[in-house]
């Protein structure tokens, strides 16, 4: 069974680094990309970066400056770090197993950006 | 990047009742359209993949169509637990969109 699981701090403060670690079971980090995707509160999907099976990289371009996204294939761990964070980056932030069309999902983990 | 229009932002519906929901892509997206639902306090889930095709275990009322630029979602007798917000995806070219979604609500 095909698990995705976030984890992170809940509050980060502006201006800081957020970084976020997505866990899976049930499935090869070489033979699968995972993505990152966020939902602001009350607000729509945002799809922000991949990182491919070949451990290569996409970003989305409203963000690609200040998002990193790697893995450490011997722990099933995909990473996520984004910079200079604003009160506008405050979402629940999901890893997904593939790029679209995406049948598994995390249950999310809630980041709110504040002083 | 390409922007996905969806429509209507709400929808009103009865249940039973078949209804469709729009998204429109600013340019062609081939078939590389995907259709989620999401339920408040939930990830959302796949319904449709490839803007037609379906997925195990998605309930047979819910079916895809279009290509390019215009696409439709139809729910055949809407049921109460399908009062949601719809997304669509596109995976044609990077950065894959979504659509600012469509909320059923009960009228």
């Known amino acids: 069974q095909v698990q995705l699981k976030e984890s992170g701090p809940g509050l980060v403060q502006p201006s800081q680094t957020l970084s976020l670690t997505c866990t899976v079971s049930?499935?090869?980090?070489?033979?699968?990309?995972v993505s990152w995707i966020r939902q602001p509160p009350g607000k729509g999907l945002e799809w922000m970066g991949v990182?491919?099976?070949?451990?290569?990289?996409d970003y989305n371009s409203a963000i690609k400056s200040r998002l990193s996204i790697s893995r450490d294939t011997s722990k099933s761990q995909v990473f996520l770090k984004m910079n200079s964070l604003q009160t506008e980056d405050t979402a629940m932030y999901f890893c997904?197993?593939?790029?679209?069309?995406?049948?598994?999902w995390g249950q999310g983990v809630m980041v709110t950006v504040s002083s | 990047d390409v922007v996905l229009t969806q429509s209507p932002a709400t929808l009103s519906v009865t249940p039973g009742e078949r209804i469709s929901l729009s998204c429109r892509a600013s340019e062609s997206v081939d078939t590389y359209l995907h259709w989620y639902q999401q339920k408040p306090n939930e990830s959302p889930r796949l319904l449709i993949k490839?803007?037609?095709q379906s997925i195990s275990g998605i309930p047979s009322r819910f079916s895809g169509s279009g290509s390019g630029t215009d696409f439709t979602l139809s729910i055949n007798g809407v049921e109460l637990e399908d009062l949601s917000i719809y997304y669509c995806?596109?995976?044609?070219?990077?950065?894959?969109?979504f659509g600012a979604g469509t909320k059923l609500e009960l009228k």
């Open positions: 997904a197993r593939g790029s679209m069309g995406i049948r598994g």
């Open positions: 995806q596109q995976g044609n070219s990077l950065p894959y969109t």
């Open positions: 049930g499935l090869s980090l070489t033979s699968n990309s």
């Open positions: 990182i491919w099976s070949n451990g290569g990289t």
């Open positions: 490839y803007a037609s």
